[in-house]
């Protein structure tokens, strides 16, 4: 039984991700500011925080951590003319100084097993341009500059860090996106394999890097977008 601390584990895709770790028999504390839908379990630690905030209160963690997976994000997309100060801030608070926070919390955890395993998220909309995306973009744009500086730095530490740059999740996150069968149709056809994702398929990816199947590798952004950030097909 290995230790993994899940970020926003309690929605969307950091939720599936709880819910595979503890099929596998693993011990999951998850962070975030409710626990929603989330099962009890015997191997399920919950642990109120909110990552919104400009200090988040980060305590509770096990004293040896196997793999971190930081899940929470934010999608607030307007026109670039529309964008006030404050949505940049908040994106980059969410997005990458929440994820600061809590490596910085939990690295000295991660260091005991010897090998461990940071997971994080970008998006798609960082390699390829996307109208309205400019916060986002941004502030995962710095999540992937981070994901390779950690990796290089952490490496005599055993410490892998990676990120997944995964592209419309049909998530509740996303549900403004995809609430009505015209808005889930349409952006099914923006995709080259003719759909949007699922948490469980993005969350079995990020199972794959925190464990030992994922061991060489390190410093990546996997694109995990249905083909949409490399494929263009022809009628």
């Keep these: 039984m290995k230790n993994y601390v899940i970020a926003g ?14 099929a596998a028999g693993h011990r999951v504390y998850v962070l975030a500011r409710a626990a929603r839908g989330l099962e009890p379990h015997a191997n399920l630690q919950f642990i109120e925080t909110d990552f919104s905030v400009a200090a988040p209160v980060i305590q509770g963690l096990p004293e040896e ?10 999608i607030q997309l307007q026109p670039f003319h529309r964008m006030k100060e404050d949505l940049f801030l908040n994106d980059y608070r969410i997005n990458v100084l929440g994820a600061v926070h809590l490596i910085q919390a939990a690295l000295p955890a991660l260091k005991k097993p010897g090998q461990s395993s940071i997971v994080l998220f970008s998006t ?5 341009g ?48 995809l609430n009505s069968p015209e808005k889930l149709d349409a952006s099914n056809k ?11 398929e993005v969350a079995a990816l990020a199972a794959l890097l925190l464990g030992e199947h994922g061991s060489w590798m390190t410093g990546q952004v996997l694109h995990l977008d249905g083909g949409m950030g490399q494929l263009r097909l022809f009628a």
């Design 9 to 22: 584990g309690s929605s969307g895709i950091g939720k599936a991700l709880t819910e595979q770790l503890l």
């Design 65 to 74: 951590i196997h793999g971190l997976a930081y899940c929470p994000g934010s």
């Design 124 to 128: 798609v909309a960082v390699q390829t």
């Design 130 to 177: 996307m109208p309205f995306h400019a916060s986002i973009a941004a502030a995962k744009g710095a999540v992937e500059g981070l994901t390779r500086s950690l990796a290089a730095e952490f490496a005599t530490a055993g410490i892998r860090v990676n990120a997944i740059a995964p592209s419309l999740t049909n998530t509740p996150l996303a549900d403004r996106l």
């Design 190 to 200: 923006r995709h080259p394999i003719g759909r949007v994702g699922q948490p469980a």
